[in-house]
């Protein structure tokens, strides 16, 4: 299974099994590919997320500068 990254908007924020999902974190979803990653984010966030990415797309080095609260994985 690969790892896919959700981003979240300015004004998405989520609860999910006791972790808070919103503009300062990321979730990540294990899947085993870009489709399923995409359903997995809809029936955990509904279409109240920003963008679903690869791990391979997703610039680590920026991660505190933008999410500040860091990773959190969704399942």
């Keep these: 299974m690969d790892r896919f990254i959700i981003t979240f908007g300015q004004k998405h924020a989520h609860r999910v099994n006791g972790t808070t999902f919103d503009k300062d974190s ?11 990653a995409r359903k997995l984010a809809f029936n955990f966030f509904d279409n109240k997320f920003h963008n679903c ?9 920026n991660l505190i500068q933008y999410f500040p609260r860091g ?3 969704a399942n």
């Excluded at 990321?26 to 399923?36: F, G, L, N, T």
């Excluded at 990415?53 to 080095?61: A, C, K, S, Y």
């Design 26 to 36: 990321v979730a990540v979803i294990r899947a085993e590919d870009y489709e399923e």
């Design 53 to 61: 990415m690869t791990e391979e797309e997703f610039d680590d080095g």
């Design 71 to 73: 990773k959190f994985n």
